[in-house]
């Protein structure tokens, strides 16, 4: 069953995991600059927990100068990420096992011994001038490496703000905990993000 996480534990594990985003930064600024964003239930105060396990935190890091044209080669790209990230927490966390080219996002892990006790995901978003976002994927059945369109993604955080305007947001909170918890006995593998945008596009939501 999840609950809502401890507000303080979210924001410790968030400012460590600003450090690594802007060592990553630092790391590939021959490449690239990009806008660091905490998504989902991350920075609106929604993280879950299930029971006693440990949770996660996403991130959305939003490209915004392409300084080597890569933009047209997004493997390219990923394991350009993928390597700064390794070297970053290898410096930083005992026992760094490496990150994880999970198919929408890099996955980095922290464990103590067999256990994991932190996690944490990175998508890499470029957006469009229509403001609808794009997320590098790898799509394992073809193992090529494309764009593909967020769903719903268009004006989100325009949207999130007129909830919050319209004095919504604590049945906003209520009704994400219970999509949350939907998914979960259903054992659906749905992300905190697109549950969120589950929520943000229920028609209540929409304003």
């Keep these: 069953m999840y609950r809502l996480a401890d507000p303080y534990e979210v924001k410790e594990l968030a400012k460590w ?27 609106k105060g929604l993280v879950t ?22 933009l047209n080669n997004p493997k ?3 394991d350009i990420f993928i390597s700064s990230f390794n070297r970053v927490l290898e410096a930083n966390v005992s026992n760094y096992k490496g990150a994880s ?7 980095l892990k922290i464990k103590n011994g067999a256990k994991i006790s932190f996690s944490f995901d ?11 976002f794009y997320r590098l994927t790898h799509d394992k059945n073809t193992e090529r490496y494309i764009w593909n369109e967020v769903p719903r993604s268009a004006d989100y955080f ?23 918890n939907m998914h979960l006995r259903r ?8 549950i969120f945008l589950e929520t943000l596009n229920e028609k209540r939501f929409r304003g």
């Design 187 to 194: 054992g659906d593998r749905v992300k905190s993000f697109s």
């Design 49 to 70: 927990q299930n029971a006693n396990e440990p949770f996660d935190l996403d991130y959305n890091l939003i490209l915004q100068k392409d300084k080597k044209n890569l």
């Design 158 to 180: 325009e949207r999130v703000q007129r909830v919050k305007e319209n004095d919504l947001w604590e049945d906003f909170r209520y009704r994400y905990l219970e999509l949350k």
């Design 122 to 132: 990175v998508a890499i978003i470029v957006e469009n001038n229509d403001g609808v």
């Design 17 to 43: 995991c600003d450090d690594i985003l802007h060592a990553v930064q630092d790391e590939v600024r021959d490449y690239f600059t990009f806008d660091i964003r905490l998504i989902g239930s991350g920075d």
């Design 101 to 107: 080219d999970s198919t929408p996002v890099i996955t």
């Design 76 to 78: 390219k790209i990923k």
